[in-house]
């Protein structure tokens, strides 16, 4: 947005920070002269390129995560249990990784152990992942009482909701969601919200109405979900254009004075498909 571009840079200037653009072409050569020691001297005197040079050494200098031991300890193997919400039409299929497709349905409730796959060096997805097993509950009601009994019987007693984005298919969203509790070893219950998305990068357009016709779910889940007895925190994780439906969610539930008593503990927007001005 040009007005609000204009006011960061002018607040900028003001604390002295020295603004400086570079083209993209111009970035490209900055990359190239800065892996080729030999033609650093003969752009020395241009000021832009030289600045970008540094940058790019610096961050080539850097140590990533990896460099630094985080992934050092083997990754968790075996299964998990993650329980689940999703407004995607039920399949007959007695493969519990097609049980629910792309288009839409009621909002449905269940819990699912997912295999964590093969052994993996790196965070990541794993060869092998999949759903195991999935039960579907009865209804919103039944759903709260096995939730409420995963958290007494869980060493945290604390929740942690997957929204996933655009481009993501039902089973995608249960194998990233296990994998993502099991890897930040979270001791509390997780849970992913699954809206239907096609899983299909072309069908963007698709995903962006089907997303918005999950406000709704997206709000009467999160009632169920803090509802519960006995949890302390809910820490959620919406990424892309899960961020929409999370936020939109949340602003339906704002417009009820008897729904504003804050409930999540963390809100995390993961690289948000959200537009700037509507946040």
């Known amino acids: 947005v040009p007005e609000l571009e204009a006011r960061a840079i002018a607040e900028l200037k003001e604390r002295g920070v020295q603004l400086v653009s570079l083209s993209a072409e111009s970035l490209k050569s900055a990359r190239e002269f800065a892996y080729s020691g030999a033609n650093l001297v003969a752009r020395d005197n241009d000021t832009l390129v030289k600045l970008a040079i540094n ?76 759903i195991e097993d999935l039960t579907a509950l009865a209804n919103a009601q039944s759903f709260e009482a096995a939730l409420t009994q995963a958290v007494q019987m869980a060493a945290a007693k604390e929740l942690f909701i997957y929204v996933h984005g655009y481009n993501t298919t039902f089973r995608n969203a ?50 169920v979900v803090r509802k519960v007895p006995g949890v302390r925190r809910i820490h959620l994780l919406a990424h892309s ?14 417009r009820n004075p008897a729904e504003q008593q804050p409930f999540l503990y963390h809100l995390i927007l993961a690289a948000p498909d959200v537009y700037v001005a509507r946040f």
Do not use: C
């Not at 992934?71 to 329980?83: E, I, K, S, W, Y």
């Not at 254009?241 to 704002?254: F, H, Q, Y």
């Open 55 to 130: 940058a790019v050494q610096q961050e080539g200098e850097r140590r990533l995560p990896h460099n630094l031991g985080v992934d050092a300890a083997p990754r968790p193997t075996g299964a998990a249990n993650v329980f689940f919400a999703t407004d995607r039409k039920a399949e007959s299929s007695p493969d519990p990784n097609s049980r629910f497709g792309s288009q839409r349905g009621e909002l449905a409730y269940g819990t699912m152990r997912v295999n964590l796959g093969d052994p993996r060096a790196a965070a990541g997805a794993p060869s092998g992942a999949r």
């Open 174 to 223: 249960a194998e990233t969601g296990a994998l993502l509790f099991q890897d930040l070893k979270f001791k509390g219950v997780g849970l992913i919200f699954s809206w239907p998305s096609d899983g299909a990068a072309i069908q963007y357009p698709r995903d962006e109405q089907e997303q918005e016709a999950s406000h709704t779910s997206m709000e009467s889940f999160l009632k």
């Open 241 to 254: 254009m899960g961020g929409r439906v999370i936020t939109s969610a949340l602003e339906l539930i704002a």
